[in-house]
């Protein structure tokens, strides 16, 4: 990898491969009664860069990657991802700041996909701050949720990548040694892949459910102590 600056211009090339080895054994006093060897392999390509103007940040990029696996008990297959982002942040006005982002996925199993976000935010004060966010997400089916065969479990080479659409506005306040956040939250997903069955004597089976909403509060509280 490498990080190549040019005034208002930066770029940033990585390339990677990364393998694993993986042995399962569901009885380890007893192998030969279930045992899963895994190898995989990732490899890809990915640059990203940003140019700061008047207008702002924007940053944009691509990624080209391939993931491999070839196991005793899943069997062998591959899959390409392509991946290209835009982010744009736009600079700070009267304590307003905003940022306009998407991302274009191709699974060489799923087809493209696209994907926007947007943030905005508000500094009432050095010490108060409003934000909200807005956004898109997805997740592809693992190997294990696709092929997997075993005494208790079974995979489903049908199922289609999880959709979420996300919302969150909070508050962040910064009162002396102690910052608090609180963020209230709704996630609205479909396609949720999870492992299920008909009956106790059934082995699990991984499917695609209908729609799940989530909604809730977050809040989280730092204390941060001075050392002399």
Not at 42 to 47: C, E
Not at 77 to 84: E, G, L, M, Q, V
């Amino acid at each position: 990898s490498s990080d190549l600056n040019f005034d208002q211009f930066s770029i940033s090339p990585k390339a990677y491969w990364r393998r694993n080895d993986d042995e399962f054994l569901l009885d380890y006093t007893d192998p030969a009664f279930y045992q899963n060897i895994h190898q995989t392999d990732v490899y890809g390509f990915d640059l990203s860069s940003s140019i700061q103007s008047l207008l702002g940040t924007t940053s944009f990029g691509g990624e080209y990657s391939k993931d491999i696996i070839t196991s005793t008990n899943l069997g062998d297959y591959s899959r390409i991802k392509t991946r290209f982002f835009f982010e744009h942040n736009l600079p700070e006005i009267k304590n307003l700041s905003a940022a306009l982002g998407s991302s274009l996925f191709y699974y060489s199993d799923w087809d493209w996909h696209f994907y926007p976000g947007a943030a905005i935010g508000y500094k009432i004060s050095n010490r108060t701050y409003l934000y909200s966010s807005i956004e898109k997400a997805f997740r592809v089916p693992s190997y294990t949720e696709l092929h997997l065969s075993s005494p208790a479990n079974i995979g489903n080479p049908e199922l289609t990548p999880e959709n979420a659409l996300s919302f969150e506005t909070g508050i962040k306040m910064v009162r002396g040694s102690i910052l608090t956040d609180v963020s209230a939250f709704i996630r609205k997903q479909k396609n949720i892949i999870d492992w299920v069955r008909a009956t106790s004597g059934d082995p699990w089976r991984a499917e695609n459910l209908g729609e799940v909403a989530v909604k809730g509060l977050d809040v989280n509280i730092t204390f941060k102590s001075v050392s002399y």
